[in-house]
């Protein structure tokens, strides 16, 4: 059975850097296709940030957090990181980290994801 996992998250100034990591036990290596972080902050809809394919050939962004946010994983490819730079107060939400099998596409879209983490809670203060 998949489980995913997020950690990271906290409370920090406007301005602030925070970096989520995400990983997903249970999945062979050959199965999961796709890592992407999302966010929902109360009163809105679920929007996503960034997603790597997991054999790390490929990133997308949403073009509105490109540039402060990154995407990436560790070398052993078992553990996705979201590093968010310049943090503010509208970036408070809860993250979360979400996982799909192959096939699968790299667009941003919460549909394609299968599993998903319990979330993260993100608190950037002015």
């Known amino acids: 059975q998949v489980r995913v996992v997020e950690s990271g998250g906290g409370s920090v100034q406007a301005g602030g850097s925070l970096r989520l990591s995400c990983t997903a036990s249970?999945?062979?290596?050959?199965?999961?296709?796709?890592v992407g972080w999302f966010r929902q902050a109360p009163g809105k809809e679920r929007e996503g940030i960034a997603a790597?394919?997991?054999?790390?050939?490929?990133?997308a962004y949403n073009d509105s957090m490109k540039g402060r946010f990154t995407i990436s994983q560790d070398a052993a490819k078992t553990t996705v990181y979201l590093h968010m730079n310049n943090l503010k107060p509208e970036d408070t939400a809860m993250y979360y980290c979400?996982?799909?099998?192959?096939?699968?596409?790299?667009?941003?879209?919460?549909?394609?994801?299968?599993?998903w983490g319990q979330g993260t809670q993100v608190t950037v203060s002015s």
């Open positions: 790597i394919f997991a054999d790390g050939d490929g990133t």
């Open positions: 249970g999945y062979t290596s050959s199965q999961m296709c796709i």
């Open positions: 979400a996982a799909a099998d192959l096939p699968c596409s790299l667009i941003l879209d919460p549909s394609q994801f299968v599993y």
